[in-house]
């Protein structure tokens, strides 16, 4: 099993039953396959990128030349992609997404030219977009607009699209975002980490746009805790005093929400018609003594950040006694360690 399935396991235990994964470097001949076969032998329903960075250093991008391609030979593998694997039908657990890094990394040609692939395949669009103010400044002088104004200059516009971060919009901009039904994925940890500010996310609900809950990467989360993500973007608007984020509306935004994100109406929810993705979590714990007895959903929120006792995805479970079935998770712990010890000594 690959090793990018230590991050997959630790979203599983953690409660997620539905994983977006935007990739976009491809170092010694890996491809996006690999990762899409480690991610479906472990159960996880997942929308997989095929990210791409085109525009290097040398051309006043931000990725060094070492790890760009070329934007003719990454339409043709997005292109392959689709049609190898996007599944359009109610509970697929495998939807391919088209996801150009970020605007200071591809050409506007390759963001352009993305957005007409996807729609003639019926697929979604995804990109970094509005995360730090430096990006602001790169995109006014090098691009001559802001990130948003951009997005919409290139077709990056609509209920199809949906956006990392989102930091900071500006208000006129989030306007827009709602009338296009555009969706964000909120980092909080992520984006404390790096500095980057507060996404404001409230108004963008309430404007229209549609709103749900990721932990990023690895190189800017050291946690892939889903349950953690929510109670970081629950405090987060406290702090911003936008509004007192209940712990039931931080769980709207991580299930209907995300669902809302990736543009489903088969998961996010129980009820009939929906995909069976249900999590249990034990009440009968240290960490969820007292106030469990009387809040159950908000001690989930509010308390420690339990690993989930069971996991249905689809129907099947996934997580039995609070372990992944079928993962030696002690192997591929090892695994993991062994590659980044390579990693550094070089």
């Known amino acids: 099993m690959n090793v990018v399935t230590v991050r997959h396991a630790e979203l599983m235990l953690s409660g997620c039953t539905t994983a977006a994964d ?12 690999d990762e899409l076969e480690a991610v479906a032998e472990m159960g996880l329903r997942v929308h997989c990128s095929r990210g791409s960075m085109s525009v290097g250093e040398s051309r006043g991008g ?15 593998d997005t292109r392959r992609f689709i049609e190898e694997y996007h599944d359009d039908r109610n509970y697929a657990m495998t939807r391919i997404v088209v996801a150009p890094c970020s605007p200071f990394s591809v050409s506007e040609d390759l963001m352009r030219e993305s957005a007409e692939l996807a729609r003639s395949y019926g697929v979604h669009l995804h990109t970094h977009l509005a995360e730090t103010r430096d990006e602001e400044a790169y995109c006014r002088g090098t691009l001559g607009a802001t990130p948003v104004e951009f997005a919409e200059r290139v077709g990056w516009a609509g209920d199809d699209v949906w956006f990392a971060h989102m930091v900071h919009p500006r208000e006129e901009e989030i306007t827009r975002l709602g009338r296009h039904r555009c969706g964000a994925a909120h980092c909080p940890s992520s984006n404390m980490r790096l500095g980057s500010g507060i996404a404001p996310i409230a108004r963008m609900h309430a404007a229209g746009m549609r709103v749900g809950i990721g932990v990023d ?8 805790n889903m349950l953690g993500e929510v109670r970081q973007a629950m405090l987060l608007q406290r702090l911003t005093g936008s509004g007192d984020m209940s712990a039931r509306e931080a769980l709207w935004y991580a299930t209907r929400g995300g669902a809302a994100v990736l543009g489903r109406d088969d998961i996010g929810r ?3 018609g929906t995909a069976a993705d249900i999590i249990g979590v034990r009440l009968d714990t240290l960490s969820m003594a007292g106030g469990a007895v009387h809040d159950p959903l908000a001690a989930l929120v509010f308390c420690s950040n339990p690993a989930v006792s069971f996991s249905l995805i689809n129907g099947r479970q996934r997580v039995v006694d609070g372990e992944l079935t079928g993962v030696d998770v002690a192997a591929q712990v090892s695994r993991h360690n062994r590659a980044a010890t390579r990693l550094i000594d070089g």
């Open 62 to 76: 931000l990725p060094p030349d070492s790890v760009v391609e070329d934007e003719d030979a990454i339409l043709a």
């Open 22 to 33: 935007h990739t976009y470097i491809w170092p010694n001949d890996t491809r996006v396959d």
């Open 270 to 272: 129980i009820a009939p």
């Open 217 to 224: 990467g690895s190189a800017s989360n050291d946690s892939s």
